[in-house]
């Protein structure tokens, strides 16, 4: 299947209402700080305002985005991307105590062996212990190396501690669209993000280390592409079936 035809497929996959998404709390795995606000920010202010908090798990310290900055080495980017998630999903309703920091390394978390089986088995437990009923992974077709290691992560929770999952597309909407993909037509949902939209916008914006303007010293330092933010801060958010 091409890339475009995928994402005119996602564009058209059916609405669905919170609870046919998600029935109790979601468990929602975000590779990096931002992909929380990007892929799933009108998710967690509808189920803020439903009372059912989901529970965010930042997987990545979040320190690779500018390697070559003096003034920001990576123990003072680690504090701040902390600092701006918190920022982000407190504009979505979400308060800090139901956000979850596992400091794996940015652009090098496992994807399998004894680390990557420890992070599973924490999820798990943090899954049980919040009663959360959904996982929610980054999509298998994301181009990241953090993110399909994240998805494995889902996949592992769904596999072996069958917790439902649902995957969330960031970068894959960026996939040129004649780029044939192993994929069939999708399964799956969206959920009308309207009335959260303005607020998904906001939480965004506080990822501001990755908008390029606050870190100035290193040319080379990630930024948030502009064709990014017009695909996923939208009137809809689209989830996946494995």
């Known amino acids: 299947m091409k890339a475009g035809s995928l994402h005119a497929a996602w564009r058209n996959l059916p609405l669905a209402p919170l609870p046919d998404i998600v029935p109790g709390t979601a468990l929602i795995l975000a590779p990096h700080a931002d992909d929380e606000s990007l892929g799933c920010g009108g998710l967690i202010a509808a189920c803020c305002q439903a009372g059912r908090p989901p529970v965010v798990v930042i997987v990545t310290d979040g320190a690779a985005s500018h390697p070559h900055s003096r003034q920001w080495p990576a123990t003072r980017l680690r504090q701040q991307r902390r600092q701006e998630v918190l920022h982000a999903v407190a504009c979505l309703g979400l308060g800090p105590e139901r956000v979850v920091f596992l400091n794996q390394p940015d652009a090098a978390t496992a994807h399998e062996g004894p680390v990557f089986d420890r992070i599973v088995q924490e999820l798990a437990s943090l899954a049980v212990r919040h009663g959360c ?110």
């Open 133 to 242: 009923t959904t996982v929610f992974a980054p999509s298998r077709l994301d181009p990241h190396c953090d993110h399909e290691a994240v998805w494995k992560m889902g996949l592992a929770l769904h596999r072996c501690h069958a917790l439902p999952l649902l995957t969330y597309p960031v970068w894959g909407w960026l996939v040129a669209a004649e780029t044939d993909l192993d994929h069939g037509p999708p399964v799956g949902m969206r959920l009308d993000i309207t009335p959260y939209r303005a607020l998904k916008a906001r939480a965004v914006s506080a990822h501001e280390s990755q908008y390029g303007g606050l870190i100035t010293d290193d040319p080379t330092g990630f930024s948030l592409p502009a064709s990014l933010l017009a695909a996923l801060v939208t009137d809809f958010e689209v989830f996946l079936a494995p």
